[in-house]
T-cell receptor
Framework: KNQVEQSPQSLIILEGKNCTLQ??????????LRWYKQDTGRGPVSLTI?????NTKSNGRYTATLDADTKQSSLHITASQLSDSASYIC????????????FGAGTRLAVHP | GAGVSQSPRYKVAKRGQDVALRCDPI?????LFWYQQALGQGPEFLTY????????KSGLPSDRFFAERPEGSVSTLKIQRTQQEDSAVYLC?????????????FGNGTRLTVT
């Protein structure tokens, strides 16, 4: 069964600190992996998308890594800001006829002053 | 508008009522998806349209759920005889095409509460 698992479930950090969120997946066939940010009461917004051949991709203070051999990804947030408080969802696109996405349950990040 | 628009933002229904949730995708987007998101969980796939054709409805939880996109733009998700377990946020997303690397744009969802 295609699955995406994320850890930790929730995380509290102080403003200015760095953090790393983890994602493990068992999705086959694999097409790409995305990280989304979801603010409370809003829809998910794309941060990064990586294909099989990409190891890392950055978007400002967000850096995602992908190890396709071990089927693991991480999202590193540098110099956190209060506005980073949100859920971060790892999403894997399964190969096939169209863009079928498998979502993780997300990591809820709270950045405190 | 510039983004995916969903209405209503909130809907409270009594058990047994029918509800209709609307999604206005980004103009020109061919692909449209509906997802169901339970509290504290990631979205789960419900159904997929390419233009007006519903190509995959394998995620619809029961025959009480019905989706349509008759003219290939606006889509409606209808839930008949709502049950408490239908309470969730229903997200609509669209993309310009259906290929695997297409960016997916989400609306802010409709929060359905069945009492």
């Amino acid at each position: 069964k295609n699955q995406v698992e994320q850890s930790p479930q929730s995380l509290i950090i102080l403003e200015g600190k760095n953090c790393t969120l983890q994602c493990n997946y068992t999705v086959s066939p694999f097409s790409n992996l995305r990280w989304y940010k979801q603010d409370t009461g809003r829809g998910p917004v794309s941060l990064t998308i990586m294909t099989f051949s990409e190891n890392t991709k950055s978007n400002g203070r967000y850096t995602a890594t992908l190890d396709a051999d071990t089927k693991q990804s991480s999202l590193h947030i540098t110099a956190s800001q209060l506005s980073d408080s949100a859920s971060y969802i790892c999403v894997v696109s399964a190969g096939g006829g169209y863009n079928k996405l498998i979502f993780g349950a997300g990591t809820r990040l709270a950045v405190h002053p | 508008g510039a983004g995916v628009s969903q209405s209503p933002r909130y809907k409270v229904a009594k058990r047994g009522q029918d509800v209709a949730l609307r999604c206005d995708p980004i103009s020109g987007h061919v692909s449209l998806f509906w997802y169901q998101q339970a509290l504290g969980q990631g979205p789960e796939f419900l159904t997929y349209f390419q233009n007006e054709a519903q190509l995959d409805k394998s995620g619809l939880p029961s025959d009480r759920f019905f989706a349509e996109r008759p003219e290939g733009s606006v889509s409606t998700l209808k839930i008949q005889r709502t049950q408490q377990e239908d309470s969730a946020v229903y997200l609509c997303a669209s993309s310009f095409e259906g290929s695997h690397n297409s960016p997916l744009h989400f609306g802010n969802g409709t929060r359905l509460t069945v009492t």
